[in-house]
């Protein structure tokens, strides 16, 4: 009985969902903060989107004797890329909000930088590095959203298992053309 008393009943819910229609996916019970989860997934489109960019030139600039491989792998992270920023940029629309996706000020509200380039060496170290902090920050956003927004949360969760796989794939490439482990075992 304990358990049935934490669930609405089915004529409430039915109220409930013929009110605010403007609100469209955020209905009464939402326990987060729209404003706040739309402020931080726009920090993730941003991200993401600098991701491609840094993952498309570097897929197009890599050069020697193994770039044809690596370029596409830079090119598969690059398209996984898009569809993290599609991903966030969809839910910032379900929760009322516009997806920013101007050029201006994009590198300001990215939390990765687009980085220099160079050898291949010094592009795989960008992206890992990158990785790495797209892993941190997004490890960050789970503990903020769950169970306040696990719509979010879950999303995030995807992103972020995409994301250790790239920086896996990264740390891979640096030891096959280093030769040793640029990260401890």
């Not at 370029?71 to 966030?88: K, N, P, Q, T, V």
């Not at 997004?138 to 995807?158: A, C, H, N, Q, S």
Request: net charge negative; with cysteine.
């Amino acid at each position: 009985m304990a358990e049935t008393a934490l669930l609405t009943d089915v004529k409430t819910l039915r109220e409930r969902a013929r009110k605010s229609l403007d609100d469209g996916a955020v209905t009464p019970n939402y326990q987060g903060d729209v404003d706040k989860a739309i402020e931080l997934l726009q920090v993730v489109v941003a991200t993401e989107l600098v991701c491609v960019l840094r993952y498309t030139m570097h897929s197009i600039a890599v050069a020697g004797i193994t770039s044809e491989s690596v370029g596409a792998e830079f090119a598969e992270h690059a398209e996984s890329e898009r569809g993290h920023m599609l991903a966030a940029a969809e839910r910032i629309d379900q929760l009322g909000g516009v997806p920013n996706f101007s050029p201006e000020g994009l590198a300001s509200r990215s939390a990765t930088e687009y980085g220099t380039g160079g050898n291949l060496v010094q592009m795989v170290k960008d992206n890992l590095i990158a990785e790495r902090l797209v892993i941190e920050h997004y490890r960050e956003l789970i503990r903020y959203f769950g169970d306040k927004d696990p719509t979010t949360r879950v999303m995030i969760e995807g992103i972020l298992a995409d994301e250790e796989e790239h920086a896996s794939d990264m740390h891979d490439l640096l030891v096959a053309h280093e030769g040793k482990p640029f990260l401890p075992a």
